[in-house]
């Protein structure tokens, strides 16, 4: 993991590279909407594409994560298939639905049965690199694979290529620097049941930060959304006492943050600080939101390494999610 984590602009350099030599038939028929199918990582690649481009494209993006198809999906339906290794048994059953309605099909995969899937049926695919490792650490292929495959299909321009080389330059000037701040604050989080509150625009950002600490520290976390937590949630912040204690709210912010929202945050900190420790404000850097983004992917990559050191786990190890899969293989 600490590998993987460490080649991050590495990978993205790849990805921006083979984006650049690929050339995806245009759809024959107007696009109206967008389902991208994928689980875990890749699902959640798919939401953070769907908040990068909120405010760019003109009709609706659904992710699908499950083994069905909306009813909406025809030939007028972007339908992108993601799954990194290519056997993700909900995304085969959903881009097999897919086929059948017709719809304009995009698979992003580095192989096995999507790939083999993709051949077969003469759909349009774009190849990663396989590397041995967690799926997770290939979000960077992942998120500008399904960025090239929006934009080869007239959805989005083609400012996401900058955007990226923008952030691999920030990102490496930085390294040391984000990686002393996660160290630090892996050591903070430590113990804690951490609660991520940030604005919705980034929501699909701390979720990644979620799924990390849980894969990689093998701990807990949770996470909210404002405005919506101040009509419910916040009222939850008095019992259980024992629980609370042991919670560590960290605030993700973003210059593209609502003014009101912001004011919501600060006004809802004194709640928090009162029932826990001072929370912890962490600033995306970038000079736009993709940028921003890719720094905080790199910065809480990070963090659960060191968090997972502090608990004396082996980041890399899924024991629960393999004996799973393969109890689900048997039947």
């Given at each position: ?11 993205l350099?790849?990805?921006l ?11 024959g ?7 991208i ?22 009709i609706p ?9 909306p009813q909406?999906v ?12 290519g ?17 304009h ?22 190849q ?79 979720l990644?930060f ?7 520290a093998?701990?807990?976390?949770h ?23 042991l ?13 009101r929202?912001?004011?919501?945050l ?36 990070w ?7 502090e ?21």
């Amino acid at each position: 993991m600490k590998k993987l984590i460490e080649g991050f602009t590495r990978q993205l350099e790849d990805a921006l590279r083979i984006s650049g030599a690929i050339n995806l038939t245009r759809p024959g028929s107007d696009i109206r909407n967008v389902l991208i199918a994928g689980m875990g990582s890749s699902g959640l690649t798919a939401e953070l594409v769907e908040s990068l481009t909120y405010a760019r494209i003109p009709i609706p993006i659904a992710i699908c994560r499950n083994y069905n198809i909306p009813q909406f999906v025809s030939p007028h339906t972007l339908f992108i298939a993601c799954s990194y290794n290519g056997n993700t048994e909900e995304v085969m059953a959903a881009v097999q639905k897919a086929t059948l309605k017709r719809a304009h099909i995009i698979c992003i995969t580095s192989g096995g049965r999507l790939l083999e899937f993709a051949r077969a049926n003469n759909l349009l695919f774009i190849q990663l690199p396989f590397q041995h490792g967690s799926p997770r650490a290939m979000i960077g292929y992942m998120l500008v694979s399904l960025m090239t495959a929006l934009y080869h299909t007239n959805l989005i321009g083609a400012t996401y290529i900058k955007e990226t080389e923008n952030a691999i330059a920030f990102i490496d000037g930085q390294e040391e620097a984000i990686r002393q701040e996660a160290a630090r604050l892996g050591r903070q989080l430590k113990g804690r049941l951490t609660v991520i509150y940030s604005d919705t625009l980034l929501h699909a950002m701390a979720l990644r930060f979620q799924q990390q600490l849980n894969e990689n520290a093998k701990q807990l976390a949770h996470v909210g959304t404002f405005p919506e937590v101040n009509y419910n949630e916040v009222e939850g912040w008095r019992f259980p006492e024992p629980v609370l204690a042991l919670a560590q709210v960290v605030y993700l912010h973003s210059d593209h943050d609502h003014e009101r929202v912001q004011k919501r945050l600060e006004l809802s900190r004194e709640i928090f600080e009162k029932r826990s420790v001072k929370v912890i404000d962490m600033t995306s850097q970038g000079a736009s939101l993709l940028e921003q983004y890719f720094y905080l992917i790199h910065l809480t990559d990070w963090i659960t390494y060191f968090v997972a050191l502090e608990n004396q786990v082996d980041p890399d190890a899924e024991d629960t999610i393999d004996f799973l899969k393969s109890e689900l293989s048997r039947s």
